[in-house]
């Protein structure tokens, strides 16, 4: 069995598994709230539904990446926490108590969530020790997330609500065959010690060096900036007479400039270094949400839907290459999750629930909220780039 599947590309293996996953997040994403919404929960139980997902994600991805940092096969993590996602929406099927479903959507949120620092890190050293570009892999993963999310809302008009969750069970039962043939990833031996090897400190002083706080915070600033986006867009721009299709094409519009970018990544910016990237995904985040905030037609609305591609692909990236160059790998997964648990947890959720007050009171030009966080986060690359500059 091995021996067959030492035949398959690395590429292609990463590749598989992300397609698989995202296949399934296509559907959870947007439209758990639509399956909460047919067991009849409330729209403030629904909120809490979400919620729970997004502080499950919190918890779970530090400690299961601080899982996959000490599990003798890196392969082994990223399947536990599939599986776990599995069983977990599994138990969604029978129920009915609003209580137990909240319980429910932010364990499995947790498991589901939690898994992307996890094969993020992994793919990312994988594609650094066996040259191989780590963008397309990932690129196909946003691929499926568009089918996905296309054909799940496809089916929830033919069939109903209960479509969304088992679109997403079936996701992650394909996500679980496929972390079954990624490479192992067994950890390389310790051969010195951490007083020998500056660069094998604690892991709290690993977090504290090289720059890692400006870039943790860079990351969070500027993904959490797109908080009114996810929130309110298609709210925003449907209040201006987009038609809904429209608003579907936008939305697909990004998600397609961010596969393109994540395709040509190795070839476009390979030069790139990644603090350079950080410095453009925040600049490209201050034009997207100043722009968007004056309400343009919907003519210019896609041209700045191709700013996603650097907003969120140059600042993912960028981030992702910056940690895999600094945090020695015992940490990798770790680092990859504490910057999840911030950008697309803390910050993200902060951002969003101040972005229904700024909408509430000035609309579409709630976008201008966004700039923010952006702009803050402009300040701390600038910075971390004079101290790249100037460290040698």
């Avoid at 779970?60 to 069983?87: C, E, I, N, T, Y």
Wanted: with cysteine.
């Amino acid at each position: 069995m091995s021996l067959r599947l030492s035949r398959i590309p690395r590429k292609t293996r990463f590749a598989l598994f992300y397609g698989a996953f995202y296949l399934g997040f296509g559907a959870y994403l947007p439209y758990m709230p639509v399956w909460f919404e047919g067991r009849g929960l409330s729209p403030e139980m629904i909120g809490l539904a979400t919620g729970a997902a997004m502080a499950g994600r919190v918890i779970a991805a530090p400690l299961g990446a601080a899982f996959a940092d000490q599990a003798p096969r890196r392969r082994d993590a990223v399947a536990a926490f599939v599986l776990a996602a599995v069983l977990l929406f599994l138990a969604h099927i029978p129920a009915s108590n609003p209580w137990l479903i909240v319980a429910l959507a932010g364990l499995a949120g947790g498991a589901l969530t939690g898994v992307i620092p996890v094969i993020d890190s992994f793919a990312v050293r994988e594609a650094s020790r066996r040259r191989f570009a780590f963008g397309p892999p990932r690129a196909f993963g946003s691929a499926t997330f568009i089918f996905g999310n296309i054909t799940c809302g496809a089916l929830i008009s033919w069939l109903g609500n209960e479509a969304a969750l088992y679109w997403t069970l079936s996701g992650a039962g394909l996500a679980v065959l496929a972390a079954l043939i990624l490479p192992e990833g067994r950890r390389a031996a310790v051969t010195a010690s951490p007083a020998s090897n500056p660069g094998e400190g604690s892991l709290l002083k690993v977090l504290k060096s090289n720059g890692l706080p400006l870039a943790f915070a860079i990351s969070a600033l500027v993904q959490g900036a797109h908080g009114f986006y996810y929130a309110f867009s298609a709210v925003a721009w449907t209040a201006q007479g987009i038609p809904a299709f429209a608003v579907g094409c936008l939305w697909a519009t990004g998600v397609l400039a961010e596969i393109v970018f994540l395709w040509q990544s190795e070839r476009w910016f390979k030069s790139i270094s990644p603090t350079v990237m950080l410095v453009l995904g925040a600049c490209a985040s201050v034009l997207r949400w100043g722009f968007l905030a004056l309400a343009p037609p919907l003519a210019l609305l896609f041209p700045l839907q191709l700013l996603h591609a650097f907003s969120f692909g140059a600042t993912y990236l960028g981030f992702l290459r910056f940690a895999a160059d600094r945090a020695p790998e015992r940490y990798g997964a770790t680092t990859q999750a504490l910057n999840s648990a911030l950008s697309g947890g803390l910050v993200l959720a902060a951002a969003t629930y101040a972005s229904g007050f700024a909408y509430a009171e000035i609309g579409t030009a709630g976008f201008a909220f966004m700039t923010l966080p952006a702009g803050i986060g402009i300040l701390c690359a600038m910075l971390l780039s004079r101290r790249q500059k100037i460290t040698p």
